[in-house]
């Protein structure tokens, strides 16, 4: 892929009033998604991306494992370009491998790979990121806070949600769990509905299994039903991004927006990678412009 070509500046209006953004010194075609006022402002703009799936081994299917940290180079770049402040991976940054030691060697790999981000670095566990490794370990070699926790950022609240948990509230680890049997606990769901009834601002959640009702019980948290309960009654939830299923979804459920977004590690050249800017606006509107073939989508402040 040719990221040195020469690219044009353009005032950010007229980014918004094109259907297409080629930011500077990447290939990738960032497609700009229409909002209802194109003079607006975000008040907080940030990188996501998910389903990394980095690994030293043979592709499989539509999976390039060994393409996923190229991938990764350029969305952060991109992330850096726009001097963005936050980015977030929504799990799977890591396949499995056969030995620890080799696991923790691959996501060395791909986190020096995301550690080049200059802003905030954010993680959400995906059950990838724990076939191998447990939870202290992923921990203690990257960035992450903690699997589920809470943050403010220009005026917006943000909630990560640990959903690698089997049935009995085991942690995920070392094998020990049936990828479609993803769960909060009691605790964590206790601990969410006091996070959210405290918080007067604007939210979005983070998951790595879906939340949406639209999702089949292979992808989808088993509390999925009492959560999103959890999420209307705070008022205050605009939307919730995922991973997982590795395909650009959509849908909107009790004014909330469950967006799915495209999988890093799908395709075997750099423009069938997917990662997205998100754009949060003041009166709670949010727009993501997706790169590659990640779709582009703009969720208003309210239902229409």
Known sequence: MNGHSDHVAVSRRKLLQ????????????????????????PV???????DVHHADK????????????????????????????????????????ETVEKELGNLKQIEEAYANFRGQRHYVLGNHCVH???????????????????????????????SCFTKTGKSYQRGNFDWTDANVTR??????????????RPTVVFTHQRLDPEANSHYRIKQATEIRKILEQSGNVRAVFSGHSHKNFHSQSNNIHYTVLRAVVSGSQP???GYAIVSLFEDGSIRLDGAGKQQSYTFASKEE
């Open 271 to 273: 423009e069938d990678s």
């Open 187 to 200: 605790d964590q769901l206790n601990w969410l509905a006091a996070d959210l009834n405290k918080n007067d």
């Open 18 to 41: 094109q259907s297409a953004l080629v930011l500077a010194g990447l290939g990738l075609s960032v497609r700009q998604s229409q909002a209802s006022d194109l003079a607006a402002q």
């Open 132 to 162: 191998t490794l447990t939870k202290q370990e992923f921990i203690d070699h990257t960035a992450m806070r903690s699997p589920h926790c809470a943050f403010d950022l220009g005026g917006y609240h943000f909630v990560i949600l640990d």
């Open 44 to 50: 907080l703009r940030f990188g996501m991306l998910t």
């Open 58 to 97: 043979d592709s499989q299917g539509d999976r390039h494992y060994r393409k996923s940290r190229d991938k990764v180079t350029e969305a952060v770049e991109c992330f850096n370009r726009e001097n963005l402040p936050m980015a977030i991976e929504l799990g799977d940054l890591i396949d499995s491998a």
